[in-house]
């Protein structure tokens, strides 16, 4: 019984570790392609070499990552200052627009009370006329 459960369990690994490598043979062929280079040629002084290029490439790429944030870091803060330019001219164009109107508004009403004391009644015919032009 022990003997059927402890082949059942094998088996069970087995078709797990098959499972996997049916999976991942990339990496397997990978690793063994690399294993049986390296057997082949033991020259240290190659193996070095090759890391010493795999460094200096990664160190480039590196460098040229770090290169294109800092680019990307000076156009964002770029674009953040002009876009604060803008907000704080706009902000600056409102305050005077309000400003504007402000004195036009009391331009207006001084000369609707200016001619409302003249003769009585002109503030009437005024509003009269405006609900006529919008009818």
């Known amino acids: 019984m022990i003997e059927t459960l402890s082949w ?10 098959f499972a996997w490598c049916k999976k991942y043979w990339q990496f397997i062929l ?13 020259d240290r002084r ?7 290029k795999f460094k200096k ?8 990552a770090i290169e294109i944030e800092k680019n990307q870091d000076k156009r964002t803060s770029d674009a953040i200052e002009s876009y604060k330019e803008k907000l704080e001219s706009a902000s600056e164009e409102n ?19 200016e001619r409302e004391k003249s003769s009585p009644g002109t ?4 509003i009269n006329k405006e609900l006529e032009d919008i009818n």
């Open 8 to 17: 059942i369990a094998i088996k069970s690994f087995l078709y797990k570790v």
């Open 30 to 42: 990978g690793l063994s392609v690399g294993l049986v280079i390296f057997l082949l040629t033991r």
């Open 46 to 52: 190659k193996i070095l070499k090759t890391f010493e």
């Open 57 to 64: 490439a990664s160190d480039q790429m590196i460098d040229s």
């Open 95 to 113: 305050i005077k627009r309000d400003e504007l109107i402000s004195s036009e508004k009391e331009k207006i009403k001084d000369s609707l009370l």
């Open 123 to 126: 503030i009437a015919e005024e």
